[in-house]
């Protein structure tokens, strides 16, 4: 085995370097394996198109040639993206196959076991855009080295079975690892996109399998208390986060009969006031407008209140239950009448129910 410490390649988006997908990598590490399959030997670095036309160039961090097969490794760059992927070394081993491109999962790379999801039950969990950007290089290659494109793929990557326990896979049925992911190859910094996918997914997961309530909750002491109210399975927590637009825009086009959201006092305020991102960066509760209704109820006067949980401690649970009813109105209009039963949970810090409205 040679392995080569190398520095990853970025470009920079503004102020943030943006990354490539695992699926860009795979894709790159293909590419160079079968210069070495093919007899050219390994390249110095590697570069591909991607979907767009970008032309990003990786330095291989990892080579090995046997007889019969090549493998390339390229260390996964997210850029400024807090990705748990990032730094993960994606190796792609290319053979001669029966016939045809075929895909195999290597070491930590999951494999599909639910439906609902853009790969069949079975099969590794290498999505369709990347198997197309692999399938890609693999004739391109074939043509320039004038070989029959029936090449066996194997994809691994290194500690990914442990990798994927911070991600949604097991949850979405994918087994033993992670995803080769990727639409455009490139990682975009907190752009969120990875995020609203996976929730995207669990939906298509939990309908798949005939889950008629699906619950997106704000963190972990919420979703723990919804599903334990509601005696849920995990495939129908979706994990929304502060996500709560693009769950609920994806319900209106994909319905499930019942959709619970459970979270603390300050996100489901802001929920109330009309906010469809909840991130504390990115909105505020609108606290003249929460005096307003807390003085509408005959509750006390809480103008000077420096955060919603300070509201409710001095206003009282009334206001709670208020805000979780203006919360449930507010997700019906997202949601276009697509959902009928919609309920919201309002739940302090150490998992008490202050409001519910169903």
Known sequence: MVLIVAPMSQKPTGDLRRGWTTGACATAATKAALDALWGAGFPHQVGITLPKGETPVFPLAYQQVGDGWAEVGITKDA???????????????????????????????????????????????????????????????????????DICVTVSIPHGAEIAQKTWNPRLGIVGGLSILGTTGIVRPFSCAAWIASIHRGIDVAVAGGQDHVAGCTGATSEKVVQKLFGLPDHAMLDMGDFAGGMLKYLAKHPVPRVTIGGGIGKITKLAQGAVDLHSSRTQVDFAALNKLSLSLGLADISDANTALEAITRAGNKLAQAIAEQARLRALKQLKNAVQHIDIIVIDRVGNILGRAE
């Open 79 to 149: 850029g400024d993206d807090p990705d748990v992927t990032h730094g993960a070394l994606i190796i792609a081993r290319v053979e001669t196959s029966d016939g045809g491109i075929v895909f195999k999962a290597g070491e930590g790379v999951g494999t599909v076991t639910k439906a609902g999801l853009p790969i069949a039950v079975g099969e590794p969990a290498i999505n369709p855009v990347p198997r197309a950007m692999i399938a890609g290089v693999i004739d391109a290659q074939a043509k320039h080295y004038r070989q029959l494109a």
